[in-house]
C-alpha cells in the first residue's frame, strides 16, 4: 500500500495526541482576550454616527465601510441590519473616527473626490 503524505501526518497527528494523553508531551497555549461581541446598530444610531459624527453622505459613508449606498440605506430604514463585521466597524468609526478614517485610505492606496 502507498504511503501519502497525508496519511503520514494523520499518522504523526495521532501518535502526538497519544504522547499528550500520556503526559510524554505538553502542547503550546497562549491567553489572548476576546472582546464582547460588537454592539447591535439601531437604524438611528447608523445614521447618528454619519451626519452628526462624520458629516458625510450615505455614499462617502457606505464607500468607508465597504458597503453598497443601497445597503447603508437599508441600514438606516430599519429594513436590513449590519453584520457582525460592519457593527465591529462601525464601533471602530463610531469611538475612534480620526484614528480610522485615514487607515481606509493607507489600506486601499488611493482616493476618490466625493462630495460631502
Do not use: C
Not at 49 to 61: A, P, T
Request: aromatic share 6%.
Amino acid at each position: 500500500m502507498k504511503k501519502t503524505k497525508l496519511g503520514q501526518d494523520l499518522i504523526s497527528g495521532l501518535n502526538e495526541a497519544i504522547a499528550y494523553k500520556r503526559g510524554e508531551k505538553t502542547l503550546r497555549s497562549k491567553d489572548v482576550e476576546i472582546p464582547d461581541a460588537p454592539p447591535v446598530w439601531s437604524n438611528r444610531d447608523i445614521a447618528r454616527l454619519r451626519i452628526e459624527k462624520l458629516h458625510v453622505s450615505q455614499s462617502i459613508f457606505a464607500s468607508y465601510i465597504g458597503v453598497s449606498p443601497a445597503a447603508l440605506q437599508a441600514w438606516e430604514q430599519g429594513i436590513k441590519h449590519p453584520s457582525g463585521a460592519a457593527r465591529r466597524l462601525l464601533q471602530l468609526l463610531d469611538n475612534a473616527p480620526l484614528a480610522i478614517i485615514p487607515m481606509l485610505f493607507q489600506i486601499q492606496g488611493t482616493r476618490k473626490k466625493g462630495r460631502i
